[in-house]
């Protein structure tokens, strides 16, 4: 059974991996089953832990991995909000993860710096 970590809401200074396919014209991203039995978004701190994802997982090939730009990746999280994913899970390998990213915090907070930062 998948252990659950605690979680947080600041990846400020991520740049994570993730894991993705094309299903016809459309990305699909790797996700990690919780606990509870809710998915959640997989993203990984390397290369190499998402490789180790995709390998021990027995996933279907034609997996690429992604490393997004930060507006990119606001994207992603947004869409997967929008589908019902509300947690991200970094680095689930091992039946555990080490942190899990409250999605919906995690786009207020990127909103709120968006706000307070001075324009360019």
Known sequence: MPHTPPIASDPAELHPQLLYRVDGDQARFAT???????????????????????????????????????????????????????????DPLGGSAKTLFDIPQVLAAAESARLTSPAP
Not at 38 to 44: D, G, K, R, W
Not at 77 to 86: H, P
Request: net charge negative; hydrophobic share 45%.
């Open 32 to 90: 990690w089953r919780l606990a509870d039995g809710h998915e959640s978004l997989a993203v990984f701190t390397t290369t190499q832990a998402a490789t180790e994802y995709c390998n021990n997982s027995e996933m279907a090939a034609g997996w690429s991995i992604l490393q997004p730009p930060r507006d990119k990746l606001l994207e992603i999280l947004q869409a997967c909000r929008d589908a019902g994913i509300l947690y991200a899970a970094l």
